[in-house]
Nanobody, 128 residues
Framework: QLQLVESGGGLVQPGGSLRLSCAASGFSLDFYVVGWFRRAPGKEREGVSFISTSGYSTNYADSVKGRFTISRDAAKDTAYLQMNSLKPEDTAVYYC?????????????????????WGQGIQVTVSS
């Protein structure tokens, strides 16, 4: 069973930064696209950022462009979401998700239904 372990969440003041990690447990992340999603209180889950297997293709929601950066480290089988200039509206449970992509190294799906495996979610709270 593929398992994703998220870490790095917590409470931060507006304007602060956090880095979320999504580690693959027991398997290689090499052939998986990674996406970060979030669900704010009272809202539906939404896509935040996505990165292809090669790492060369990325995609960001308009609400986080210029503030968040997605990356991946093949040696550690881990993907990251660096979140800077955090705002109260970034408060949500953040999820990482993966989908296998064997051939297209630039494939970056952005819809929830396109992802097969999900982490348990981690809370990010932006508040003074």
């Amino acid at each position: 069973q593929l398992q994703l372990v998220e870490s790095g969440g917590g409470l931060v003041q507006p304007g602060g930064s956090l880095r979320l990690s999504c580690a693959a447990s027991g398997f290689s992340l090499d052939f998986y696209v990674v996406g970060w999603f979030r669900r704010a209180p009272g809202k539906e889950r939404e896509g935040v950022s996505f990165i292809s297997t090669s790492g060369y293709s990325t995609n960001y929601a308009d609400s986080v462009k210029g503030r968040f950066t997605i990356s991946r480290d093949a040696a550690k089988d881990t993907a990251y979401l660096q979140m800077n200039s955090l705002k109260p509206e970034d408060t949500a449970v953040y999820y990482c998700a993966i989908v296998k992509s064997l051939y297209d190294k630039t494939f970056v799906p952005t819809e929830e239904y396109e992802y097969d495996y999900w982490g348990q979610g981690i809370q990010v709270t932006v508040s003074s």
